[in-house]
């Protein structure tokens, strides 16, 4: 158990963090998510919005351009969503109209 919390720790430190590179605030980041979670029915479909939101606007230079794709669709798509259920068929139909 020792082992396996030091490979986590190890791995932890190892990654990256945009967030922290980018400066911490991000307006743009900020925008996202006051435009989009305003109208959230659901946890769920508040989680996938604030991901989408993250992904393009913390990691967004990262991104291929079909994934940005991807993540405006979910942005465009989720946001009255009320039920998992809906939320996963619109993330399939995102994914794949943008082949991912």
């Known amino acids: 158990m020792l082992k396996f919390a030091y490979l986590l720790v190890?791995?932890?430190?190892?990654?990256p963090l945009p967030a922290l590179a980018l400066g911490g605030d991000n307006p743009?980041?900020?925008q996202c998510i006051l435009r989009s979670l305003g109208n959230s029915q659901s946890n769920f479909a508040?989680?996938?919005?604030?991901?989408?939101?993250?992904?393009?606007?913390k990691n967004g230079a990262l991104l291929l351009p079909?994934?940005?794709?991807y993540h405006v669709c979910v942005l465009q798509n989720v946001?009255?969503?009320?039920?998992?259920?809906?939320?996963?068929?619109?993330l399939r139909a995102c994914r794949r109209q943008n082949q991912m």
């Open 79 to 90: 946001q009255t969503v009320r039920g998992a259920f809906a939320v996963q068929e619109i």
């Open 10 to 15: 190890s791995i932890t430190l190892a990654t």
């Open 28 to 30: 743009d980041y900020d």
């Open 66 to 69: 079909r994934e940005r794709s």
């Open 46 to 57: 508040a989680h996938v919005i604030s991901n989408s939101c993250e992904a393009l606007y």
